[in-house]
């Protein structure tokens, strides 16, 4: 069973830029997670999907991050735009129930 | 209140056992888990257990949940240098669906 992709893996923009994060979860797992992992601290939840509604997003800061995921499959994460305290991992995981998440590789960002 | 904590280093020669101890604050959280992250790599699920169980072994691993306290704790038997990761303590919040509340990481060093 192939895991959860996420592209790019490493991203590097200056701040004001915008950047964009994708996220294609395990075939079948109907909720997915987008999660922020700062420097030297555990992930902390950003948004919530069940299917392709939004359960939680009540820490994801909307006046610059806004996510979605179209069809209920595959999910995109945008910042717009971008701040020096912006840099961190982005993880995403996806779930077939309540109990397992299953996260992906991560994508590094720098912002500068 | 949403707080897991854990201690930040732990260091072992290979061969011994390690344990690795966590608190949390909910006590109405269901399912506590471990995560382990390898350097560049998302966080791999180690191991769960359900809030109505005192301990769960698998393989090498032993969970250990003291409701009363709200301590958790994970022992690696036979430790090896494979074992050398950041471990991740986190408890599904009860008042999220399904949200994951995760500790800064224990930073695990086996050496010979």
């Known amino acids: 069973e192939a895991g959860v992709a996420q592209s790019p893996r490493y991203k590097i923009i200056e701040k004001r830029q915008s950047v964009a994060f994708w996220c294609n979860p395990i075939s079948g797992h109907a909720t997915l997670y987008w999660y922020q992992q700062i420097l030297g601290q555990g992930p902390k939840l950003l948004i919530q999907f069940q299917n392709n509604g939004v359960v939680d997003d009540s820490q994801l800061p909307k006046d610059r991050f806004s996510a979605e995921r179209l069809k209920g499959v595959d999910s995109t994460l945008k910042i717009q735009p971008a701040k020096l305290e912006d840099s961190a991992v982005y993880l995403c995981?996806?779930?077939?129930?309540?109990?397992?998440?299953?996260f992906g590789p991560g994508t590094r960002l720098t912002v500068t | 209140g949403e707080d897991v904590e854990q201690s930040l280093f732990l260091s072992v020669r290979e061969g011994d056992s390690s344990v690795i101890n966590c608190t949390y604050t909910d006590s109405s959280s269901t399912y506590l888990y471990w995560y382990k992250q390898e350097p560049g790599a998302g966080l791999q699920l180690l191991t769960y257990?359900?809030?109505?169980?005192d301990m769960k072994q698998d393989q090498r691993l032993t969970v250990l949940l003291n409701k009363k306290d709200k301590h958790l704790s994970l022992r690696i038997a036979d430790t090896q240098t494979g074992d050398s990761a950041i471990y991740f303590c986190?408890?599904?919040?009860?008042?999220?669906?399904?949200?994951?509340?995760f500790g800064a990481g224990t930073r695990l060093a086996v050496h010979p």
């Open positions: 995981a996806s779930s077939p129930s309540s109990n397992e998440q299953y």
């Open positions: 986190a408890e599904r919040f009860s008042g999220g669906y399904n949200k994951l509340i």
């Open positions: 257990i359900f809030s109505n169980m």
